[in-house]
Structure formats: structure tokens, C-alpha cells
């Protein structure tokens, strides 16, 4: 199976701030590299698919997604108090399709 | 729009099987060109997908290897909607659990059921 290593497990950042998750898989998986926001209660909602595509109705002025073979970048350019949540990136290269283990966003 | 609605069983006991229901309004789980997938979360594994069933000329599934044996994922053209149904559970499947519709792109997930916590005791 193929591994996702997240980092930071947790991030500590004000509003306004720029924030940057990484996520590196153990082997290659090309751009088949989605990100998602989960928060306590909700189910998962799609931000980044396919690397740097962003999902309908994620606000383009925030979010953003890069990298490509193992190495990928999920930054929020300035943080607004709904985007206090957990991040995880998943691959969908191959079954079973990992999750990281996810970065907790909090306020600082 | 596509929204997933899934059933609630909440308490399962050690050896039985856990059924769970998933109904999808706004697309068919006949539709060629999504799959239809359950995944789940604990403080312990994490989110840990478990399998999925999708429609492409005939019906196909696929499992994850650490729950192989014992899970089944049916589609019901009837009613549009997909079932789970993981058996021999043991305190180690509590979990909450997610119907989910990947796209046939980039594989990635797009809707998600509301989850349901499931408890194994």
C-alpha cells in the first residue's frame, strides 16, 4: 500500500495568515492527489482534486493545491475562522486509496 | 445536486454483521462514469477506505485487503441506493462510517454521506 505522510500533525495560525500543509507519498502517484476539510460532526468536503484542480465552490482566492509525483502542497493564502478544521490529502493512485493522517488547523 | 442519505443501525454486537444503507438522490448508482464507496474513521486507523461497487457495462467491486474476507458492498437499482454489510465485527470496527461518490477522474471523492457512528459492543 501506499503511504501518506502529512505535515504538520497540527499548525497553530491566526486569521489572515498564510498556511502551508504538506503531503508526501511513498511512491509515485503522478497527480492522483486530493485534499479534503473535515470538521467535527460533517462529513469531508472536497477542496483540491487531481493535485491543483479546485473543487466547484471552494473559494478560488484561498485555496490552492501543487506538486506531482510524491511531493504535494495544499496553502490557504489567508485564513478566514471557517477554515479552522482538519486537512487530510488522500491518494487515489491505487487501492486503497490512504489518507494521510491529517493536519489540525487551529486558532492561534 | 447529488446528496447521499445514510441509514442509522448505531449498535452492532461482537460477531454479528453491520449493515449500513446508503441512498443517493440527484444520480443513479447505475451511472457509468462514478463509483459509489464506503470509508470509514477511528481515532485508531485513521480514514481507512474499505471498498466500493460501480457500473461499467456490468457491476464490479472492490475491497480493501484488511477487510477482504469479510465485507460486501451490493448495489440496489430498484430503490438508487448501495449497502455496506462487513461481518465477524469486533470492537475494532467502531468507527463513524461515510458513504462516499467518486468521480472517474481523478478517482476523488466529491459527495459524502452525513456519516453514522457505529458502535461494536
Known amino acids: 500500500d501506499i503511504q501518506m505522510t502529512q505535515s504538520p500533525s497540527s499548525l497553530s495560525a491566526s486569521v489572515g495568515d498564510r498556511v502551508t500543509i504538506t503531503c508526501r507519498a511513498s511512491?509515485?502517484?503522478?497527480?492522483?492527489l486530493n485534499w479534503y476539510q473535515h470538521k467535527a460532526g460533517k462529513a469531508p468536503k472536497l477542496l483540491i482534486y487531481?493535485?491543483?484542480?479546485l473543487q466547484s465552490g471552494v473559494p478560488s482566492t484561498r485555496f490552492s493545491g501543487s506538486g506531482s509525483g510524491t511531493d504535494f502542497t495544499l496553502t490557504i493564502s489567508s485564513l478566514q475562522p471557517e477554515d479552522y478544521a482538519t486537512y487530510y490529502c488522500?491518494?487515489?493512485?491505487?487501492?486503497?486509496?490512504?489518507f494521510g493522517q491529517g493536519t489540525k488547523l487551529e486558532i492561534k | 445536486q447529488v446528496q447521499l442519505q445514510q441509514s442509522s443501525p448505531g449498535l452492532v454486537k461482537p460477531s454479528q454483521t453491520l449493515s449500513l444503507t446508503c441512498a443517493i438522490s440527484?444520480?443513479?448508482?447505475?451511472?457509468?462514469?462514478?463509483?459509489w464507496n464506503w470509508i470509514r474513521q477511528s481515532p485508531s486507523r485513521g480514514l481507512e477506505w474499505l471498498g466500493r461497487?460501480?457500473?461499467?457495462?456490468?457491476?464490479?467491486?472492490d475491497y480493501a485487503v484488511s477487510v477482504k474476507s469479510r465485507i460486501t458492498i451490493n448495489p440496489d437499482t430498484s430503490k438508487n441506493q448501495f449497502s455496506l454489510h462487513l461481518n465477524s465485527v469486533t470492537p475494532e470496527d467502531t468507527a463513524v462510517y461515510y458513504c462516499?461518490?467518486?468521480?472517474?477522474?481523478?478517482?476523488?471523492?466529491?459527495?459524502w454521506g452525513q456519516g453514522t457512528l457505529v458502535t461494536v459492543s
Open positions: 511512491q509515485t502517484i503522478n497527480n492522483y
Open positions: 488522500q491518494e487515489t493512485y491505487s487501492t486503497p486509496y490512504t
Open positions: 487531481g493535485a491543483s484542480n
Open positions: 461497487t460501480y457500473y461499467r457495462s456490468k457491476w464490479s467491486n
Open positions: 440527484g444520480d443513479s448508482v447505475s451511472s457509468n462514469s462514478v463509483a
Open positions: 462516499a461518490r467518486s468521480n472517474w477522474g481523478f478517482l476523488h471523492f466529491d459527495y
